[in-house]
DNA sequence: CCAAAAGTGTTGGTCTTACACCCATGC
DNA sequence: GCATGGGTGTAAGACCAACACTTTTGG
């Protein structure tokens, strides 16, 4: 049997590719799942929408260049953040080649200020299950992005980023309802996520305008980077 | 609220970092599932075993790069390929920064010839739940494909890149049985597999040594790269 | 006729889904 | 007292695990 050996690679003439990330970066707001978006200034795609995202430095891994682009962008510190998937066919830029790892970032939308940063001409919260056309391959991103936060939101307590410490299982059932899309049975809901055990039920009531529920918490509110590794 | 600005990238001073992937390649050996191991000739790590791989090509995809790594160690092509994490943590190796993307591969046995290359000093099977202490962080990129390959055992088709085209349900039952590494009822076995609907069963039999067996085929050969996207 | 693998069904337990009524409060 | 969301149980069906005997062949 025969086989070629490697053919040319970046290490000689050619240079590197560049290495960045990209995170989509959810919050809930308006009642709704959303994405951030910044407007990208120059280049093929200038005028498209875009993840934020950025060249991972010299000294970081490639997690801290996720978490601090979430910082840049948000102001928001330790969100939850999960690698997705790396993007590198070599036209996905036709600027430069750049190998791009995707991330999934989950902030509490009252911790947010936005910083627009001069790099892009624009910043903003898009409706996660109706985003413009996006640039780069960032369409598929935003695919995948949504499939897993949908899919661990069954089996995780990846929910606590995005909720205050103390809430009713009412308000929990919302983020979920909102986040997958549908609405859910209340019955069912409540000894489904009971049963999960991530939850414990405080001794204090939230009295609203009607009848008080009781005030859960995560017992948990850690796993930052989930470490799939 | 005050946010710094990005560090010190790859894009100016420093050059980038380099681009490689790893590949976890399986394949059923001995009755066992055996990953193909090189052993490092040079660096820090020199004589230690880690997975093969190599830079990415100038105009190479990640994919294709992949690929292009599990031809040139084992002649196969079109072995099922996945993407399974990307590890970039500034110190995983200490000579140069690089950026490594793993795959998993399944090739089947009697489709291989190694080539052990000459950037290597050996190379070799090795026992999939038995390897020994890996250069670089190959020890967790080992165990994360591990896991990776029995969950998705439970719910694809990939064995189909271990085995021949048409096999028995006892040879079904046997692969799986391997890689899960424990026994499983061959009656519940076959109703679940049947029951997933990616088998066919052809109008022949094997004749062995015993009772003439029904042959299967899987209804789909391909997939050859999972659309994570 | 014996050894060895092939082939097949049923039962009990668990999990999931669908569904309806009463309760505590604010206004 | 009524509107609003909070709180709870049960029954039917789906799914899963455990389990034993008969069949077909080669030697």
Redesign the interface.
Known sequence: ?S?????????DS??????AVDVVIYTLGRGRLECLLVQVKEGPFAGKWAFPG?????????DQAAE?EV??RT?VKNSYLE?L??????ERDPAT?V?S?SYLALVAHREV?L?P?SKYADIGWFPANRLPRLAYDHD??G??ALRRIRSKLQYTNIVYSLLPSEFTLGELQEVYETILHRSLDRRNFRKKILALGLLKRLPKKRRGTHRPASLYAFMKRRQMIIE??
């Open positions: 049997m086989r070629v050996e490697s053919p040319r690679r970046f290490s050619q240079g590197h590719p560049w290495v950025g060249l991972v430095g010299a000294e970081e891994s490639l601090r910082y840049e102001g690698q998937y790396t993007f590198g066919k070599p080649r190998v790892v200020s910083n940063a598929q991103v695919r995948l799939m590794v």
